[in-house]
T-cell receptor
Framework: NAGVTQTPKFQVLKTGQSMTLQCAQD?????MYWYRQDPGMGLRLIYY???????DKGEVPNGYNVSRLNKREFSLRLESAAPSQTSVYFC????????????FGSGTQLSVL | LAKTTQPISMDSYEGQEVNITCSHN???????ITWYQQFPSQGPRFIIQ???TKVTNEVASLFIPADRKSSTLSLPRVSLSDTAVYYC????????????????FGKGTKLSVIP
């Protein structure tokens, strides 16, 4: 059971570079999410996709774009990386919205120099 | 979405029962209470969810008083492997027709289990 798979696990970027974080789930879930977690902080929602074909902003969307490629895949793109985007990024999925159980990936540690 | 308040950190010795309380004074009628556990370098993992009274599973128990303005996560006989951050979340279900996708995790409670 793979669950939620994120790639890459680690990435180092220079300021201004771009990159895409990939996320895929094999649970046939409708909803997918991208969170970021900074040291000593809780998780903050960047973007979410309630269902295939829809995406919406979360709490901290600035500097990011997302694509719900199909029901399985939800990618997060940094067009011009900034040091403030150094963080751990988690992808999650759930059957539906609300308080439905969230399943998380193992995270991507991103450093922007 | 109801705001939650929980202690920043707690320490406990191995073998003890640990109770982590979460306050959610403005919880709505349709809201459920959910707890997640996060180990270092991992994503959060669902532990337990409840609406009222008591819920128990193989990992923990969740106690919710009648007024539902707080809840307590109980971990029986903790071990070193229970050292983690525990998050309390409150929100309604998708089936209520008013589900929100923007759940707030907050900073959680960092539990340290001491040998």
């Amino acid at each position: 059971n793979a669950g939620v798979t994120q790639t890459p696990k680690f990435q180092v970027l220079k300021t201004g570079q771009s990159m895409t974080l990939q996320c895929a789930q094999d649970m046939n879930h409708n909803s997918m999410y991208w969170y970021r977690q900074d040291p000593g902080m809780g998780l903050r929602l960047i973007y979410y996709s309630a269902s295939e074909g829809t995406t919406d902003k979360g709490e901290v969307p600035n500097g990011y774009n997302v694509s719900r490629l199909n029901k399985r895949e939800f990618s997060l793109r940094l067009e011009s990386a900034a040091p403030s985007q150094t963080s751990v990024y988690f992808c999650a999925s759930s059957e539906g919205g609300g308080i439905e159980k969230l399943f998380f990936g193992s995270g991507t540690q991103l450093s922007v120099l | 979405l109801a705001k939650t308040t929980q202690p920043i950190s707690m320490d406990s010795y191995e073998g003890q029962e640990v109770n982590i309380t979460c306050s959610h004074n403005n919880i709505a009628t349709n809201d459920y209470i959910t707890w997640y556990q996060q180990f270092p370098s991992q994503g959060p993992r669902f532990i337990i969810q409840g609406y009222k009274t008591k819920v128990t599973n193989e990992v923990a128990s969740l106690f919710i008083p009648a007024d539902r303005k707080s809840s307590t996560l109980s971990l029986p006989r903790v071990s070193l492997s229970d050292t983690a951050v525990y998050y309390c979340l409150v929100g309604d279900t998708a089936y209520s027709g008013a589900g929100s996708y923007q759940l707030t995790f907050g900073k959680g409670t960092k539990l340290s289990v001491i040998p």
